[in-house]
């Protein structure tokens, strides 16, 4: 299991679907994953520290959480079939609840958790962005790394994310 962050989130036409991109913590494997136009939204305000005069859903999500009176541990990406990602909100005692990925990712980062993405995930959707130069000690996306991001949606596709063997 690798602890994940966010990097950034793009849309490149002809697609116009939303990509964000984990990146390994103590790691060089990326996990690109599509999500929707609403969940990018949610995660790119957050990531700016931008707060809504209202609470957004997954602020709402945080809120019930914590007047539940249960602790937000992680989120899990857990399995990848067909190309879509699976994820699970990890709460105290155990309790786990299925989620899209997008909506789990827009909660931990509002919860601040971490976001782990399980071995077997990552060997089969990680990918490898080259490096030019180590950025081992910059925990937070720079310009390098948002063009490395850049330039790796002008090469990829959905499709290159399905499993192998399969249709």
């Known amino acids: 299991m690798s602890e994940m962050r966010v990097v950034g989130i793009r849309v490149e036409p002809p697609q116009s679907q939303p990509v ?15 999500i929707g136009q609403s969940e990018a939204a949610s995660i790119a305000l957050r990531q700016k520290g931008i707060e809504p005069p209202r609470p957004l859903t997954h602020d709402l999500i945080v809120n019930l959480i ?32 299925s989620a899209r990925p997008s909506d789990s990712i827009a909660v931990a980062m509002r919860a601040e958790v971490p976001i782990i993405a399980d071995e077997e995930v990552l060997a ?3 990918l490898l962005i080259p490096d030019e130069e180590s950025d ?6 720079g310009d390098d790394e948002v063009e490395k991001f850049k330039e790796f949606l002008d090469n990829v596709s959905p499709d290159d994310f399905k499993a192998s063997g399969g249709t």
């Open 136 to 141: 081992e000690e910059a925990p937070a996306a």
């Open 124 to 126: 089969e959707a990680g």
């Open 66 to 97: 914590n007047e539940f009176g249960q602790t937000l541990l992680e989120v899990r990406i857990v399995d990848m079939q067909e190309g879509t990602f699976y994820a699970e909100m990890v709460f105290s005692g155990d309790l786990r609840v």
């Open 20 to 34: 964000l991109l984990l990146r390994e913590v103590d790691g060089q494997r990326y996990l690109p994953i599509w």
